[in-house]
Nanobody, 122 residues
Framework: QVQLVESGGGLVQAGGSLRLSCAAS????????MGWYRQAPGKQRELVAS???????KYADSVKGRFTISRDNAKRTVYLQMHNLEPEDTAVYYC????????????????WGQGTQVTVSS
């Protein structure tokens, strides 16, 4: 069974930094895209950053220049380094991954982590 486990959330003052981690565990063949989404109270879940296996990183306009996504394929882990945090970044951050479960399958299965709370105080 595939699981995505996030860590690194917490409470930080505006202007501070946090690093989120998400590790994929279980038995599977490979990971295609790994990314981070967030959902603030009363708002829809939105893409923060994504890291496809092709390497074309994508960021939401609101985080460009402040957040950096990276991945360690050997550790099956994706990171989100967040700098200069703003109160508007307060949300539950979710890890997401498209995983190829078997070498015999060409389709990808999408998985979500349980979420980690990031709170930025002003």
């Amino acid at each position: 069974q595939v699981q995505l486990v996030e860590s690194g959330g917490g409470l930080v003052q505006a202007g501070g930094s946090l690093r989120l981690s998400c590790a994929a565990s279980g038995s599977f063949f490979s990971i295609d895209t790994m990314g981070w989404y967030r959902q603030a109270p009363g708002k829809q879940r939105e893409l923060v950053a994504s890291s496809p296996s092709s390497g074309n990183l994508k960021y939401a306009d609101s985080v460009k220049g402040r957040f950096t996504i990276s991945r360690d394929n050997a550790k099956r882990t994706v990171y989100l380094q967040m700098h200069n945090l703003e109160p508007e970044d307060t949300a539950v951050y979710y890890c997401n991954a498209d995983i190829r479960r078997s070498q015999w399958l060409t389709t990808l299965t999408n998985y979500w982590g349980q979420g980690t709370q990031v709170t930025v105080s002003s």
